[in-house]
């Protein structure tokens, strides 16, 4: 898949699906399949126009590209959001964007997309143009309940990723560069590979989970090490099953599959070591299960 900017786009007709598909759940899916052509925005819009209320997001630019690509995609269009084009009116993103630039024959958004200055264009503006088919998905459910990415981010602060996973359609995936930590992990007999979280995202809530890396399944621990008493910030800690190499340096992927217990204080290192096993254990009963 082309990974374009707006202003790098060549002219060809295209069948678009526009939104900002933080996520990319399966009501985002839902809106792009049948497109060969996403268009996009970074940052968040409300970075720009309300900044005090904008969230963390649930995938970076990098990874939504990965997810969308893995849609069968052809082109993700990027559009740089600044107080600019925050300030272009509804009609002329249609005009300028839509028409003129992508040479839109059919438009996919969600029924709940709003564009334009102070969103004044909708899905019936949209489909009151003559110039282009518009396709208008409306909102998903699954288990009764609407899929949406802040209600996914509010599963994953709980620690709820297994309800995240089947409104995302996939596992959540939280990605860092492994830096070197005070090594206790490796004095337990349970070397980790420590990951320093991007503030910008959402990292799941404190506690111990079941996860596959890119390298290995893993038992991983976030939160801050209560049973040491560190007063360290948020730690995300990952012990990788079977594996015995040097991740130093190199991003490491992190796909959550389970919530095997909260984040505990233990009177003792051996009794913390002991619950170790026990959840190394599970993570590789759940991590067999998984890919069966």
Same mark, same amino acid.
């Given at each position: 898949m082309?990974?374009?900017? &707006? +202003?790098?786009?060549?002219e060809?007709?295209r069948r678009?699906?526009?939104?900002?598909?933080d996520?990319?759940?399966?009501?985002h899916?839902?809106?792009i399949?049948?497109?060969? #052509?996403v268009?996009?925005f970074e $940052?968040?819009? %409300?970075?720009?126009?309300? $900044?005090?209320?904008a969230p963390?997001?649930?995938?970076? @630019?990098?990874?939504?590209a990965?997810l969308?690509e893995? %849609?069968?995609?052809?082109?993700l269009?990027?559009?740089?959001?600044d107080?600019g084009?925050?300030?272009?009116?509804?009609?002329?993103? =249609?005009?300028?964007? %839509?028409?003129? !630039?992508?040479h839109?024959t059919?438009?996919?958004?969600g029924e709940?997309?709003?564009?334009?200055?102070?969103?004044?264009?909708d899905?019936a503006?949209?489909g009151?143009?003559g !110039?282009?088919d518009t396709r208008v998905?409306?909102?998903v459910?699954?288990?009764?309940?609407i899929?949406s990415s802040?209600? =996914?981010?509010?599963? &994953?602060?709980?620690?709820?990723?297994? #309800?995240?996973m089947r409104?995302?359609g996939?596992p959540f995936q939280?990605?860092?560069?492994?830096?070197?930590? *005070?090594?206790?992990?490796?004095?337990?007999?349970f070397p980790?590979?420590? =990951?320093?979280p991007?503030?910008?995202?959402?990292?799941?809530g404190?506690g111990?989970y079941?996860?596959r890396?890119?390298e290995?399944?893993?038992?991983? +621990?976030?939160?801050?090490?209560? #049973?040491?008493?560190?007063g360290?910030? &948020?730690l995300v800690?990952?012990y &990788?099953l *079977?594996?015995d190499?040097?991740?130093?340096g190199?991003t490491l /992927?992190?796909?959550?599959?389970? /919530?095997?217990?909260?984040?505990?204080?233990?009177? +003792?290192p051996?009794?913390?070591?002991e619950?170790m096993?026990r959840?190394?254990?599970?993570?590789?009963? @759940?991590?067999?299960?998984a890919?069966?």
């Open positions: 082309q990974v374009t900017m &707006l +202003s790098e786009v060549r060809r007709p678009v699906a526009v939104g900002e598909f996520g990319v759940h399966l009501g899916r839902e809106v399949r049948g497109s060969d #052509t268009l996009t $940052p968040h819009p %409300l970075r720009v126009v309300r $900044p005090e209320a963390k997001l649930l995938t970076s @630019l990098e990874a939504k990965e969308i893995a %849609l069968g995609v052809d082109e269009v990027v559009i740089p959001f107080d084009f925050a300030h272009q009116t509804a009609a002329e993103f =249609i005009d300028h964007i %839509l028409v003129d !630039r992508l839109a059919r438009v996919s958004v709940n997309f709003r564009f334009g200055h102070r969103a004044a264009g899905p503006m949209l009151a143009d !110039r282009f998905v409306p909102l459910e699954v288990d009764g309940e899929v802040s209600h =996914i981010r509010g599963l &994953l602060l709980a620690g709820e990723v297994e #309800t995240a409104f995302l996939a939280l990605r860092g560069e492994v830096v070197k930590g *005070d090594q206790r992990g490796r004095t337990l007999g980790t590979a420590n =990951i320093v991007d503030e910008a995202l959402v990292c799941p404190h111990i079941a996860t890396t890119s290995a399944c893993a038992a991983v +621990s976030i939160g801050v090490r209560p #049973t040491f008493g560190t360290r910030a &948020l800690e990952a &990788l *079977d594996f190499g040097d991740l130093y190199r /992927r992190i796909d959550f599959l389970a /919530r095997l217990r909260g984040e505990r204080r233990f009177e +003792s051996e009794a913390l070591v619950q096993s959840d190394v254990a599970r993570t590789r009963e @759940l991590c067999e299960q890919a069966c």
